[in-house]
């Protein structure tokens, strides 16, 4: 009991250093420090006993939105969790439309034995066609015209509309090509001279374009130029299908006014637009396939512009990509000389039934351009012919075989 009066003596004895206002200052802050932390204190356990709804997340929003009633209401508890389902809906309805064009993308393509429905380079060059016979019974037309200016040299070519076409489409369009017609030094060959795209239309049966097209042409260059409009059917996901073809002769074009038209859509045809010389060697012991890549023959060239040529060779099997190759680039020439083998090796059976797919492009060092295709050779073993070419490599085992085959686009 002594003890704690001595200590009371002690700190009544004590005296702090500070002014009477400074004292009542600490007081007061210390004070407020002390409500702030009890205000918040309180709002915690306020928050806490309430028991608010938990918030719902992504996650749990994408489960929920499996467990809808079949009258596609779904009912939140809270406006927040309403809003996380409307936008769980939207991401799956845009997963779902992604999917669906997944599938349709990976989905196989028909078998045909025709050349020209080979897949090659797997669905980057080629286009799948309709059944010329199926656009007829449609009467799918296209709708354009064609003026010549004498004065000026100058073509203009005019996409109007289409009508009809098949209910598949999605964003049909048009792709007109200017072929100038083969000359005496090459009398099976044409050189594409100009081409244009219209603008996509979007799933509509009936587009209107409404699109021009001019370039310079000499008249007597006119006379043998053939002007070749294909409707295509735009496809990001795969290959464009080509709907049809127009081809109209100029030989006839005269007068100052333009000459309007309407016809009928046909099958679509290749062009031939060079040759190309190609060997073929099969080694089966050390089941080895040579493609030799010697010459490419291709349309008198423009003097005023550099362009280079090289060449991807892929090997199909199946309908699926199974090895491919490119040749170095070559300035390009009357008749480029490559003079070049690529091997392949792979095993006996994808030899025997493969096809072999060449797609020929163009580099022009004068223009900031990417790669164009100029055309294609599609050659091989078939499901319903042979090809002579490939007959004759598997007669001559370890003996290269060497033939000209036309370059189509």
Known sequence: ????????????????????????????????????????????????????????????????????????????????????????????????????????????????????????????DTETETDGEVLGAQKTKLRGSLQYDHQEAQLTIAVL???????????????????????????????????????????SRNPLYGEQFCCQIMEKELRKSVVKFEVRDFDRYSRHSILGEVRLSLDSLNGFDPVEFVEVLQKSKKDAVGETLLSLKFLPTSQRLEIGLLKIKTARRDTDSKKALFARVSVVYNQTKLKHQKSPLKLKEDVTVFNEVLTFTLPDPYIRECIIGVSVYEICFDKKKNKHLIGHVIFGKRANSEDDHWQLMMQSLRQPVARWHPLLI
């Open 1 to 124: 009991m002594g003890s704690f009066s001595e200590l009371q003596l002690l700190f009544t004895s004590l005296r702090l250093p500070f002014a009477d206002e400074t004292k009542y200052a600490i007081l007061a802050f210390s004070v407020t420090l002390f409500t702030i932390a009890m205000v918040i204190l309180a709002w915690q356990i306020y928050r806490h006993c309430k028991g608010g709804p938990r918030r719902t997340s992504t996650a749990e929003v994408f489960m929920n939105v499996d467990s809808k009633p079949a009258s596609g209401l779904y009912f939140e508890t809270a406006d927040k969790r309403g809003s996380d389902a409307r936008d769980g809906d939207y991401k799956v309805q845009k997963l779902q439309d992604e999917i669906d064009k997944l599938s349709r993308c990976l989905s196989p393509a028909p078998s045909s034995g025709d050349q020209d429905s080979i897949d090659l380079d797997i669905a980057t």
């Open 161 to 203: 509309e289409a009508h009809d076409l098949p209910g598949h489409c999605t964003e049909p369009f048009v792709r007109v090509k200017l072929l100038s017609g083969p000359d005496d030094q090459q009398p099976n060959v044409v050189r594409v001279a100009q081409q244009w795209e219209t603008r996509l239309v979007k799933n």
